[in-house]
């Protein structure tokens, strides 16, 4: 199984940027998959998640950030609107057959990308 994260980079207060993760070696369709992320010296914290029909989002996040998948390509997107300062940190795509109340902590996750960071400047 392999994840491959890519599109992070430096963007300033009120950007966007559109984090990619191309997932293998698993049946895609049948797997939560996730965001989380990690800033320096903190927990890795959930971020969203999808399977199928339903999204999940971090509180932090709403309003802001949307999870989608192409399960043709085989990929899961993060798109991230109106970027704060506190949005910094190295981001990892993630999948998973937790149920959803379970889903919040990164011990519930089975596979993990390599991780992308997110820099937002003021």
Avoid: H
């Amino acid at each position: 199984v392999q994840l491959q994260a890519s599109g992070g980079g430096l963007v300033q207060v009120g950007g966007s940027l559109r984090l990619s993760c191309v997932v293998s070696g698993l049946t895609f369709s049948t797997y939560r998959l996730g965001w989380f992320r990690q800033a320096p010296g903190k927990e890795r914290e959930f971020v969203t998640s999808i399977r199928t029909g339903d999204k999940y989002y971090a509180d932090s996040v709403k309003g802001r950030f949307a999870i989608s998948k192409d399960n043709a390509k085989r990929t899961v997107y993060l798109q991230m609107n109106g970027l704060k300062p506190e949005d910094t940190a190295v981001y990892y795509c993630a999948a998973g057959r937790s149920i959803v109340s379970s889903q919040y902590s990164q011990y519930n996750w089975q596979y993990w990308g390599q991780g992308t960071q997110v820099t937002v400047s003021s």
